[in-house]
């Protein structure tokens, strides 16, 4: 599977901005992580829109 727009700026939001540039905890980094895949269940089950139709 190709990754999205989404994902990939989603990934460098986790891994490069937040830790890097903002220099944050691993547990926030980690809230933000939990928060988005509780988003990410949402939109495809409650929403009906599949997680790979996520664009920007």
């Known amino acids: 599977m190709k990754p999205t727009d989404f994902s ?3 990934t460098s939001f986790l891994s490069d901005y937040l830790p ?3 220099n944050v905890s691993r547990n926030t980094i980690r809230s933000y992580r939990d928060t988005f895949k509780l988003l ?3 939109c495809e089950k409650e ?3 599949p997680i790979e139709k996520l664009t920007e």
């Open 40 to 42: 990410l269940l949402f």
């Open 47 to 49: 929403e009906a829109v």
């Open 8 to 10: 990939m700026h989603l």
């Open 20 to 22: 890097i540039q903002k």
